[in-house]
């Protein structure tokens, strides 16, 4: 439970930073960092087994290949 | 027997979550591209949501996301209690959301022939792209809210804990929702 709460807290702190403290352009990176920490301790992907590990690195995966194919597409227009 | 059923429900649970962050992400590479198109129009629209309402309803599902995992750590009687937690800050979510919809259709903001917003070219694509994207979170939102209720009614660990995955993905899309209509002007 102590870990769920460090978690909670640093969550809050983080969504209240990007919220009122830090400038705009931080906020996706800030975003990446709670979802990181949203996947591997909330929903334990970290102590997981090996196949839900793959299934979430393959949707990583793939969701970053459609970022390069945007990032493509706008970067040749 | 009962913890190769718990790691099938598991896998399973794992597998739709997997591709139901890949239909977001088509959405997320959709407003990707057109923000790239139109950067005023959508910096525009950025303006104009709500913010306070965006802000708090982060705050209530990273709340409902440690409910949760409480849920799944606590024993079946303690999870009952935490799982009415998640229930009751969801439905709050939803009025939020509700409210702030209310809001920017009394303003004219709505998708099609309707829109009364400012004609800056990409802000209206940006309001329709805010109410295809929140609505559909909004809809995985009520599917998560049915499911926690059949879990508390379960009362079993593994359905508590498949149930939490879902739930935690479905406040996950919305961490990254938020930055992209609230906070990137």
């Known amino acids: 439970m102590t870990r769920l709460a460090i978690t909670y807290a ?31 301790v909330f929903m334990d992907l970290a102590r997981a087994h090996p196949v839900p590990r793959i299934a979430a690195l393959v949707a990583l995966l793939l969701f970053a290949l459609l970022c390069a194919g945007t990032y493509a597409d706008v970067a040749t227009r | 027997m009962i913890s190769g059923r718990a790691h099938a429900l598991r896998i399973t649970v794992w597998l739709v979550v997997a591709s139901e962050g890949l239909l977001f992400a088509g959405l997320f590479a959709l407003y990707a591209g057109y923000r790239a198109e139109y950067p005023r ?12 309402l965006g802000g708090t309803n982060t705050l209530v599902l990273l709340t409902s996301s440690f409910a949760m995992a409480a849920a799944i750590q606590a024993g079946p009687r303690a999870a009952r209690r935490w799982l009415v937690g998640v229930l009751g800050l969801g439905g709050v979510f939803l ?24 004609h800056t070219p990409g802000t209206a694509l940006f309001v329709t792209l805010y109410y295809a994207m929140t609505g559909l979170h909004a809809l995985h939102l009520v599917a998560g809210l049915a499911m926690v209720a059949w879990a508390r009614r ?26 992209l209509f609230y906070l990137l002007s």
């Open chain 1, 10 to 40: 640093l969550l809050m702190a983080l969504a209240l930073a990007s919220w009122l403290v830090v400038p705009a352009g931080y906020a996706l990176p800030i975003a990446a960092v709670k979802a990181g920490l949203i996947v591997a």
């Open chain 2, 41 to 52: 129009g959508f910096a525009e629209g950025v303006g104009l949501a709500v913010g306070w």
């Open chain 2, 95 to 118: 009025g939020l959301k509700g409210a702030e919809w209310a809001i920017h259709i009394g303003d004219g903001l709505v998708p099609g022939a309707h829109y009364a917003g400012p």
């Open chain 2, 154 to 179: 379960r009362e079993d660990p593994a359905v508590t804990e498949c149930v939490g995955i879902y739930w935690h993905f479905v406040d996950l899309v919305w961490v990254v929702l938020w930055p």
